[in-house]
């Protein structure tokens, strides 16, 4: 199983990213899929989920300025981050509740990718 995540970086206040995670080693389509983040001296906190089926939810503090999308045809979830501040400066991780036929339903993390909004 793997998690490949890519599109951190360094932004301005107020600019944009685009973070990306291709899975693989589980049906991604059925899998439920999530953004979370993890400040420095702070717990991992939820940033964005999105479920197989039904509506995507989102942390109160990106709400309306973050989108998290999939396309299951990519095996790639994406979060689309907008007016960014600095406090959204952390190492953001994909995570995915990956279901298969043989293992089940299993918890997998990416490496995490750093996005840093200074000026």
């Known amino acids: 199983v793997q998690l490949v995540e890519s599109g951190g970086g360094l932004a301005q206040p107020g600019g944009s990213l685009r973070l990306s995670c291709v899975a693989s080693?589980?049906?991604?389509?059925?899998?439920?899929m999530a953004w979370y983040r993890q400040a420095p001296g702070k717990q991992r906190e939820l940033v964005a989920g999105?479920?197989?089926?039904?509506?995507?939810n989102y942390a109160d503090s990106v709400k309306g300025r973050f989108t998290i999308s999939r396309d299951n045809a990519k095996n790639t979830v994406y979060l689309q981050m907008n007016s960014l501040k600095p406090e959204d400066k952390a190492v953001y991780y994909c995570?995915?509740?990956?279901?298969?036929?043989?293992?089940?339903?299993?918890?997998?993390w990416g490496q995490g990718t750093q996005v840093t909004v200074s000026s």
């Open positions: 995570n995915a509740e990956g279901r298969s036929f043989l293992r089940g339903t299993s918890t997998y």
């Open positions: 080693g589980f049906i991604f389509s059925i899998s439920d």
């Open positions: 999105i479920p197989s089926r039904g509506d995507p």
